[in-house]
């Protein structure tokens, strides 16, 4: 089949959305399936275009055997409403327009985290008289209102609107967690169309390795005991409780925080980092996909941090497979939910809640001094990664959009079935 997938974010950038469809799209291709992908210049999250790249209105080029379209939009860095909007209805705009001239798919995908996407995604669809199956990342825009970027209010509740909307004129809703499926069956969306398919990670690219020795010494991280912090650093993630936790910590000279990203948060994480003179805090810069396992090779202790919000117990990190891929134990601080019982019932590591510094302390100097505890983790940790396979993710995903084709008028009945073996 041919397969028209919106996202506005795709490699080189590096952060989940992006990653997602990669790798799973890359299987589709080596299946047989056409995949078109309609994106945007890569700029996340800084705003700022990688090396090679401009903002054109359309470029196109081959990657891994995918067709990437590239369209033009409003380039901001992830920070501030207003802008970001800006870039999201920019982006919405172009991919629909430069959707019509593509060669007329069999099936049109878009995926969130912010729903204008998916609202191009829809409109294109319905011009091109094609089925349209919205990928649910994030439940957008609660998540906006849960990290305090907007209050409540009439502009929520008709975005709100919207996005109910987008979910009824789906064929199909795949949802990235049962939490999801639980919101939206909530809010009357027939839960027979909402098919769970949770992420995963790609046993291709990620595998136990020795430590970059180099790498260590590079980041003044040498014979340290790493909790490292892969990704974005942004409100949702509340890292500012991270820098909490290390100031207790201040005087276990032998554990060292790493934190290796960008985002929104990111300089005002260092300031307050040189503030208080955490010298067990070492930042680095955003790194590109291919170095990212050697990144996780330096880690003792893979970090994955949440606000604490009920929005935020809904979603699942896609950062916590990969570090299960590269036999690390898990620190998970996040609101009980959803990914907590994942890890729990994986036995891949230890769950602290969010927004309590002295839990997460005492987490990581339990993780520093039982090296038992830490080996059974890790055991464990690298077993459940074969179990959140990206392939299996694909297979899951490539199954539902070949149900929407084949009996478009029964899919609710069919996916309702799939969705209860996930």
């Given at each position: 089949m041919h397969?028209?997938?919106?996202?506005?974010?795709?490699?080189?950038?590096?952060?989940?959305?992006?990653?997602?469809?990669?790798?799973?799209?890359?299987?589709?291709?080596?299946?047989?399936h056409r995949?078109?992908?309609?994106?945007?210049?890569?700029?996340?999250?800084?705003?700022?275009?990688?090396?090679?790249?401009?903002?054109?209105?359309?470029?196109?080029?081959?990657i891994d055997g995918i067709e990437v379209v590239r369209v033009k939009t409003f380039i901001t860095a992830n920070s501030g409403?207003?802008?970001?909007t800006l870039d999201?209805?920019?982006?919405?705009?172009s991919a629909f327009f430069f959707g019509l001239f593509q060669k007329r798919p069999d099936i049109v995908v878009a995926t969130s985290p912010q729903f204008f996407t998916a609202v191009g995604g829809w409109a294109l669809a319905a011009m091109r008289r094609r089925p349209f199956i919205f990928e649910l990342g994030d439940l957008w825009p609660?998540?906006?209102?849960?990290?305090?970027?907007?209050?409540?209010?009439?502009?929520?509740?008709?975005?709100?609107?919207?996005?109910?909307?987008?979910?009824?004129?789906?064929?199909?809703?795949?949802?990235?967690?049962?939490?999801?499926?639980?919101d939206l069956t909530g809010r009357g969306i027939d839960p027979a169309k909402i098919v769970v398919i949770r992420n995963g990670v790609d046993l291709a690219r990620y595998a136990p390795r020795p430590r970059d020795k180099v790498l260590a010494a590079t980041a003044g991280l040498a014979g340290k005991f790493i909790i490292g912090y892969v990704g974005t650093h942004g409100l949702a993630h509340d890292l500012?409780?991270?820098?909490?936790?290390?100031?207790?910590?201040?005087?276990?000279?032998?554990?060292?925080f790493l934190l290796v990203g960008a985002g929104a948060e990111r300089h005002a994480l260092i300031a307050s980092a040189r503030e208080r003179r955490l010298?067990?805090?070492?930042?680095?810069?955003?790194?590109?996909?291919?170095?990212?396992?050697?990144?996780?090779?330096?880690?003792?202790?893979?970090?994955?941090?949440?606000?604490?919000?009920?929005?935020?117990a809904e979603v699942i990190p896609s950062k916590m497979f990969e570090a299960m891929a590269m036999?690390?134990?898990?620190?998970?601080?996040?609101?009980?939910?959803?990914?907590?019982n994942i890890l729990l019932e994986d036995g891949a590591g230890l769950w602290v809640p969010a927004g309590r510094p002295e839990a997460l302390a005492e987490a990581a100097s339990q993780l520093l001094q039982d090296d038992a505890l830490r080996q059974g983790l890790t055991t464990r940790s690298l077993a459940a990664a074969q179990v959140h396979t990206r392939e299996r993710q694909a297979e899951q995903f490539i199954d539902c959009l070949t149900r929407v084709l084949a009996r478009p008028g029964e899919f609710g009945h069919r996916t309702g079935e799939l969705a209860e073996e996930d």
């Open positions: 397969i028209l997938f919106l996202t506005e974010n795709f490699p080189p950038e590096t952060n989940a959305a992006a990653t997602r469809v990669f790798e799973r799209a890359v299987y589709w291709v080596r299946w047989g995949v078109t992908v309609l994106t945007s210049a890569p700029n996340f999250p800084d705003g700022k275009l990688f090396d090679g790249y401009r903002n054109r209105w359309r470029q196109r080029e081959v409403f207003l802008l970001r999201f209805v920019s982006f919405m705009a609660r998540s906006i209102v849960a990290v305090g970027a907007m209050q409540g209010g009439a502009l929520i509740n008709l975005l709100e609107q919207l996005e109910l909307f987008l979910y009824r004129r789906a064929a199909a809703v795949v949802a990235l967690t049962q939490a999801f499926k639980v500012g409780n991270l820098l909490a936790a290390a100031e207790l910590l201040r005087e276990e000279t032998r554990l060292a010298d067990n805090v070492v930042f680095l810069p955003m790194q590109p996909k291919d170095a990212m396992p050697g990144v996780w090779s330096i880690c003792d202790v893979a970090l994955v941090h949440l606000k604490d919000s009920p929005a935020f036999a690390k134990p898990i620190l998970l601080v996040a609101p009980a939910g959803e990914a907590m």
